[in-house]
């Protein structure tokens, strides 16, 4: 049933949870697959192509983590982890597997409708398959080692940020340090481009959470994880010892820092 129905696969080894996701998410209007282990999801995701996968931590024959990185390495679908843990989770996001948003059981239809319509409204990744496929395959000499050329001054694309080292192709929804790509999940991107979209001002945990979240949301702790995953990628990318230049402003939220900083 492909077209331009959405797809969706889930993954659940508790047949009640599998039957209430599935439930949920046909009545969203996706053409739902549903599987009862990890290797079954992972068959589900590469026959299906799917938009969006929920994934359930805790499964019979796959670690769910594994899952997820299997996921990301042959899908651009939104991924849902869910596990029944709060504390987990945080453990989770800051392995940084590559998931989208994460639900803690037990949850409600309507939380799941609410975090996958959230999800969606976020604009998808338009990045083709050449983007991403490796480099090299020409047989010349190795260049991921050179120095990337400095972006030309003033010769700004529209669609083109830049803050210091990084540089954010909003059209592409690639980030780079020093021209080196970072892999930021989908919330990591638009958490960063919406620092950028107003560097000067202070963002507020409440405020970024109702901007990528949509509202209704309260777990601002949910922010600090994911900046705290944003520096860290960025910070691998830029110099040795360097901080991505994203400041906490105490008791109230972050700001991007000069850029001369990074
Ligand atoms: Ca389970």
Redesign the pocket.
Known sequence: MPGSERTAVVV???DDIRELITHSLTMQGFEVAAAASGQAGLDLVMANDPDLVTL?L??PDLDGIEVCRRVRDVSQAYVVMISARTDEIDRLMGLEIGADDYLTKPFSPRELQARVNAMFRRPRAVRSSTDVAPSGSNGSAPTAAATPAPPPAGEQDAALLTHGRIAVDAEARVVTVDGREAELTRTEFDLLTTLLSAPRRVWSRAVLLDSLWGPGWSEEHLVEVHVGNLRRKLARLGPAGGRAPIRTVRGVGYRMEEPDAF
């Open positions: 659940e080894d508790d359930d805790g499964l």
